[in-house]
């Protein structure tokens, strides 16, 4: 500790000399203290270091709505704060989430992601949101097909989902199961009653929609089930003319085997082959015409 400095001669004895002294004293001891504790970090740092409070649910209700991961881990519990439940007046019932405030959306994702305990616990406060369309009309049933959640369509329907709901452009839930590489949604929709020749917009069965990606299983299926091969939709397509063109080899021989007319037109007088050809899938052109031939050469030898 360093020597404390002495008063001037002039302070003497005198009080004014004692104040003096005091303060010197004072200053002194404070430098000493400032050195053992230094001044805190900026307090910038400290703002960046702090974890900030939870956030209210208000606050959370406004952030964008994120997608979790498609396989959230069974020990961890599901995000409640996603599913936001309709608050009723009292003596009020329920009523279903309305596009303007975006509950019906938030329901879906939850649909999408196939967080079971939130959608459970939403339908059971608000039984009539199974059927209720999104605010681009999606209904929840064809959102969990869309996604290809085969436990979520299992407790849509375990909540009555409308199994004849459209979306907007007319498809149902079996539409779409058509169009997935895996038939078991479609079994369970079919085995729940869903309607094999029901028509969307164009016209067109699920069975079509098999010839979007190729889905043999699944168009295997709807043809076993008793899906008509032979359905006529928009513009005079046949399930066999609308998989060739998409380039569907898969779904066009299943069609072929299962009696399927390769010699059918459509309104433009386009055959199956000549609709494969026109988009430039040569080689299947070419397999639908050699079974058109085989079918025509295999009837004049009936007629012998």
């Known amino acids: 500790m360093r020597e404390i400095a002495r008063p001037p001669a002039w302070a003497g004895q005198s009080a004014l000399g004692l104040l003096f002294t005091a303060l010197v004293v004072v200053v002194?001891?404070?430098?000493?203290?400032?050195?053992?504790?230094?001044?805190?970090?900026?307090?910038?740092?400290?703002?960046?270091?702090?974890?900030?409070?939870?956030?209210?649910?208000?606050?959370?209700?406004?952030?964008?709505?994120?997608?979790?991961?498609?396989?959230?881990?069974?020990?961890?519990?599901?995000p409640t704060?996603?599913?936001?439940?309709?608050?009723?007046?009292?003596?009020?019932?329920?009523?279903?989430?309305?596009?303007?405030n975006g509950e019906s959306t938030q329901f879906l994702y939850a649909v999408q992601d196939g967080r079971l305990e939130d959608v459970r616990a939403y339908l059971d406060r608000n039984p009539k949101a199974v059927n209720a369309p999104n605010d681009v009309g999606q209904p929840p049933l064809i959102a969990a097909v869309y996604s290809g959640r085969l436990?979520?369509?299992?407790?849509?329907?375990?909540?009555?989902?409308?199994?004849?709901?459209?979306?907007?452009?007319?498809?149902?839930?079996?539409?779409?199961?058509?169009?997935?590489?895996?038939?078991?949604?479609?079994?369970?929709?079919?085995?729940?009653?869903?309607?094999?020749e029901a028509r969307d917009g164009g016209q067109m069965t699920p069975?079509?929609?098999?010839?979007?990606?190729?889905?043999?299983?699944?168009?295997?299926?709807?043809?076993?089930?008793?899906?008509?091969?032979?359905?006529?939709?928009?513009?005079?397509?046949?399930?066999?003319?609308?998989?060739?063109?998409n380039g569907s080899g898969g779904v066009v021989q299943l069609l072929l085997n299962s009696g399927a007319n390769p010699g059918a037109r459509d309104r433009r007088g386009r055959t199956a082959a000549d609709a494969a050809r026109e988009k430039g899938h040569g080689e299947l052109a070419d397999l639908i015409e050699r079974a058109g031939s085989a079918g025509q050469a295999g009837g004049a030898g009936g007629e012998r």
């Not at 704060?81 to 596009?99: I, S």
């Not at 168009?219 to 060739?244: D, H, K, R």
């Open 28 to 78: 002194q001891m404070r430098s000493l203290e400032v050195r053992r504790h230094p001044l805190p970090p900026n307090p910038a740092d400290i703002v960046t270091r702090e974890v900030g409070p939870e956030p209210t649910q208000s606050e959370q209700e406004e952030r964008p709505e994120t997608l979790p991961t498609r396989t959230p881990s069974a020990s961890t519990p599901s």
């Open 207 to 245: 069975l079509f929609s098999a010839g979007i990606h190729d889905s043999v299983a699944a168009a295997s299926l709807l043809i076993q089930s008793g899906a008509n091969v032979s359905a006529i939709g928009v513009e005079g397509f046949t399930p066999l003319i609308y998989a060739a063109q």
């Open 151 to 196: 436990d979520m369509v299992q407790l849509l329907l375990q909540h009555r989902a409308d199994l004849r709901a459209r979306a907007t452009d007319g498809a149902t839930a079996l539409h779409y199961a058509a169009t997935l590489p895996q038939p078991y949604i479609a079994q369970l929709l079919i085995q729940a009653g869903a309607e094999l």
């Open 81 to 100: 704060t996603v599913v936001v439940l309709p608050r009723t007046a009292p003596g009020r019932q329920a009523t279903t989430p309305v596009a303007s």
